[in-house]
Structure formats: C-alpha cells, structure tokens
C-alpha cells in the first residue's frame, strides 16, 4: 500500500494559504532586515557596549579603592576625631548629648516587639534619649499592640513616645517631618533612624555619636546591615551577594574618600541641625533617604559609613515583597535624578569632582546605566543578534568585561562564590524589573510613585506558615504566575534553539540557563511561599 503524505491530507486551499503566508513573513524580514533591523541592531549593540565599558571603568575604579583602604587599614576612627564620651562630674548626664531615636512603622505585627525591644535596649544615659514610635498603621488591632508595647517599656522608665497622625501623606518620609514637629525634639542634637525589622546593638550610640560630637563638619553616621535570614532560602543568599557588595565597596569607597555615598535610609545618626539646613524631609520620590542625604552634602556636610558596626536586618523572603522594594529602589533613584541633576550641576558650594562623582558615578552609572545594560544587553540585544547573524558582539564585550564585572561584584561575600552563576541570572531576572522601574522613574510616569511597605514575615510567621502549608497545600496558580517573566524567557529559550540549530555564537547554553531561570522565577518558584501573602 502506498504511503500517503501529509500534505496529501490536507485541503489544497489550506497548504496555499499556509505556504502563502510563510512566504509573506519571510519576504517581509528580507525586506526589512537590511536595511533597518540591522542598522539598528549595530547601534543597540554599540550602545550597550559603551555602557558596559562605563560600568567596568567604574567597578574597576571601586575595586582599587577598596583594596587600597584594605591594605593600609584606613578606618574612620582615624580619618577623624574619636574618642568615647566620658562622665563629667561637674555637668552629670548633661555632657552626654540628647539623642532621638525614631522607629517608623506600618502594620508591622510580626517585627514591632523586635525593634522597640532593640531601641529602648540602646546603652545611653536615661534622661539623654528620647524613643519615638511613629505608627501609621491602618490596622486597629495591630495599632493598640504597638501602642502597649509603648506602654510597657514606659513603665520600666524608658522615656518612649508613641506617635500617630490622621492620614498617611509622604509615606515614611511624611511620618518622620511629622515625627520632627514635636516640641520634645527640640532639645535633640541627634536622630537616629531605624525601621521597623532593624535591631540595633546596645552600643550602637556610643559607637557612633563621637562622630558627630568631635567633628562639627559630620552630618551622617551610616551604620551596615547585617541579615538574620540570608540562609533562609537561595533567593535571600543572592540578595545578600548584592547588598554585601553595596556596604562592603559602594559605601566604604565614598566615605573613605570623602566624596559622596547615599544614607540608606535606617542604621544611621543625623545631626538635626544639618537634616534641618537640607530642608527636611520631603516625599517628592520613594528614596526620601537619598533625596536628604543629596541636599545635604551639596551644603557641605560630610558623611561617615562604619564599616565594623552592624545592626541587624530582615531581607524580604517572598519574591512578591522583593519586587515591590526593587521596584522602589530603583524608580525613586531614577526620579531624584530627574529632579536633581540640574541642582547639582549648578551647585557652588562643592567641588567639581564632588558634582561630577554624583551625577556620572553615583546616578548615571549605579542607577541607571548598571540596571538598563543588564537587562537590555544580555536579555534583549545579544540574543537577538543570533536572529541576526551580520551583527556580531566582540568576544571581549559578551564574555570578558561581563565576567570581571561579576567577579568584582562577588568580592563582597565570599561564602557564596559557589552560587555566583545563580546569582548571575537571578540579577538579570531582577533586571528586567529595575529597568522598567527605572524608565519609570526618569519619564514620572504610571507607578513613580508607589509606596509598598516591605512585607516582613518574622520568625515565628514563617514557621506557622510553613507547617499550614506542610499540613495543607494551598495553591493558587495566579498567585505565583508572572507572565513579563515567562515571556522573556519564552523568547530567550527561542534564540537559543535557534542557537542551537542555525547560529554561530555558541550562545545557546547561557541563553537556556537563562530562560529557565526566568521560568522558574516566572511560575513563582523562588523565595518563601506563603499563600495570600
């Protein structure tokens, strides 16, 4: 018996218009594929690279810098004046200065007992500190928890206020400029801010108030972050890659060469009077932290990171949590400098080089430039030119420049050098969404200004949910769906079949890798899951 073809099988008029329409696609891609997607594609490819070579210039520099300050031990203690504060018979408690400690917060049940314990514990004379808790909660329940806790360390004789206002305008910025209106602050020299997960250490103030008491010049004292639960899960490790280099390099290397370097927004000790000159705190972006710190030093004040002192910190565990909070990351910064660019430009009370590290260093290229070229070149433009094989991306481009620029950046935590491929792709992952943030941020458009309170589970939370979760699976398919991430990854593993079968690049092994972490990532599966969370 005669075998019959499938074509055979099918209409003639289908097998026309199919064949009809494959010729179609193909004579419009030849027409249009020389003429404009190539030129176009070269000047993308050119593009990224002169932003990649920004980016490693600038990592390059980071890194000889702090190896320099490594080697010769250069510690703030000795860039400036410090000694610890002493009694003084004659004043008592006076010679101490007055201290405000302010804890902003939001519907923090899991984590308020943690940082209230934390600062009324703080090592300092009774009557030389003042703890305000700034509650803007919304949920009553949680509200009158926090405002007991209050009530009990007052009872112990720690001199705590609890704060609340009518609305929530300005967010965290707008609490902590109502926060500064009270008339007991007055008799403050000193802020110190700490979120509502953040745990000071009992000597945190003596540790850094010499600082500000010593040097009139000093506006800042930033303390590090240390992370309780960075083992929690794979997700939480790759964080603490990112932020360890952030302390570790970013923050070290500005303050040790006293150019400008960002407050962080909590672990840190203002003088009043310079947060006061700045103007305030203002609720023009979601970086308030950033936007103070930027007027500030284009007063003069100068900042000071220490290094050695960590308080203690939780990471955001579920990757919704962690998309809100890189989301505000890197739109705000993008805003501010939309809105501050020509400020600083035309400053004239810092240097030139203070003005250009600023705007090119710290702006351009760590929020902008770094975020746009890690999504856009290894995500978008070096997997569409194995579509497009007339461009070529020069091997020192695609592989050398990127993989020093992933060395550097792992130098913050060597614990996890074994992860530093998953890593890699968890940060282009997270690209995609800081990239968009970022066009967000300089165009002011759609979600500039979203606040989303970080979500912070607790010990005690992630166990329960756990075990409800252990006893009864609970699963909701558009809870962990993320379609912006199964579609790049749908094409990335595309170009790499495509790779595979016809190209020349070899690039198809990272472009498989690379799509299934954005699978993974896209069908929920990374961080702690807790349902209707």
């Given amino acids: 018996m005669e075998r019959v073809s499938t074509t055979a099988l099918l209409p003639e008029s289908f097998q026309g218009a199919r064949d009809d329409i494959t010729e179609q696609i193909g004579f419009i891609w030849g027409q249009i594929k020389a003429p404009l997607i190539v030129p176009l594609l070269k000047v993308a490819v050119f593009i990224c690279l002169s932003m990649s070579v920004m980016l490693f210039v600038e990592r390059v520099y980071m890194a000889v810098v702090i190896s320099f300050v490594k ?17 003084d018979v004659e004043v008592g408690n006076s010679a101490y200065p007055m201290v405000l400690v302010q804890i902003p917060m939001y519907n923090e049940k899991e984590v308020y007992q943690l940082s209230i314990g934390a600062a009324c514990g703080l090592s300092w004379p009774s009557d030389r500190i003042i703890i305000q808790v700034l509650d803007d909660s919304t949920d009553p329940v949680i509200k009158n928890l926090v405002e007991l806790e209050c009530q009990r360390w007052a009872s112990k004789g720690i001199n705590i206020k609890y704060e609340i206002r009518d609305n929530r305008n300005g967010y965290k910025a707008g609490a902590l400029k109502e926060g500064m209106k009270h008339s007991y602050v007055k008799e403050c020299d000193y802020v110190a801010i700490f979120d509502a997960d953040f745990q000071p250490e009992p000597d945190y103030l003596w540790r850094t108030i010499p600082f500000l008491a010593y040097n009139p010049d000093i506006a800042l004292v930033q303390a590090r972050w240390k992370f309780v639960n960075s083992d929690e899960c ?19 290397v500005g303050s040790s060469t006293y150019a400008f370097f960002g407050f962080n927004g909590t672990a840190g000790v203002w003088r009043i009077s310079a947060l006061n000159e700045a103007g305030g705190w203002k609720d023009r972006t ?11 030093s284009l007063r003069g004040w100068k900042f000071v990171y220490v290094g050695d002192l960590k308080v203690k910190s939780e990471l955001p565990s579920t990757f919704k949590a962690y998309r809100y909070q890189q989301h505000r990351w890197s739109c705000g910064p993008a805003n501010l400098f939309r809105k501050m660019a020509m400020d600083i430009a035309k400053n004239n009370k810092v240097t030139l080089w203070k003005k250009v590290h600023v705007i090119y260093n710290f702006f351009f290229v760590r929020k902008i430039v770094a975020h746009i070229v890690t999504f856009i070149f290894y995500c978008v433009i070096m997997p569409a030119t194995v579509l497009v094989p007339e461009v070529e991306i020069p091997r020192w481009g695609a592989v050398y420049i990127p993989s020093i620029i992933t060395i550097l950046n792992s130098i913050g935590t060597p614990r996890s050098l074994h992860l530093l491929v998953f890593w890699i792709l968890f940060e282009n992952v997270m690209a995609m969404h800081r990239t968009i943030a970022t066009f967000i941020g300089l165009l002011e458009i759609g979600r500039v200004n979203e606040w989303v309170v970080t979500e912070k589970l607790g010990d005690g939370v992630k166990g329960k949910a756990a075990t409800k979760l252990f006893k009864k699976p609970r699963f909701r ?11 790049v990854g749908a094409y990335l593993f595309f170009c790499g079949c495509y790779d595979l079968s016809f190209g020349k690049n070899h690039y198809y092994l990272y472009l498989y890798l690379q799509s299934f972490a954005f699978f993974i990532m896209g069908f929920g599966y990374v961080g702690t899951f807790v349902p209707n969370s």
Avoid: C
């Avoid at 250069?74 to 610890?84: D, G, T």
């Avoid at 794979?234 to 390099?249: D, G």
């Avoid at 979601?286 to 500030?296: F, H, I, K, N, Y």
């Avoid at 558009?478 to 991430?485: A, K, M």
């Fill in 477 to 487: 398919f558009g809870e962990r769906l993320h379609l912006s991430e199964l579609g």
């Fill in 71 to 87: 080697l010769i031990g250069y510690k703030p203690e000795k860039r400036y004046k410090w000694e610890p504060i002493r009694d």
């Fill in 234 to 252: 794979l997700m939480t490790r790759m964080q603490e890659m990112s932020l360890n280099y952030h302390f570790t390099v970013e923050q070290e």
């Fill in 286 to 296: 979601t970086v308030e932290d950033m936007d103070l710190a930027v007027r500030a």
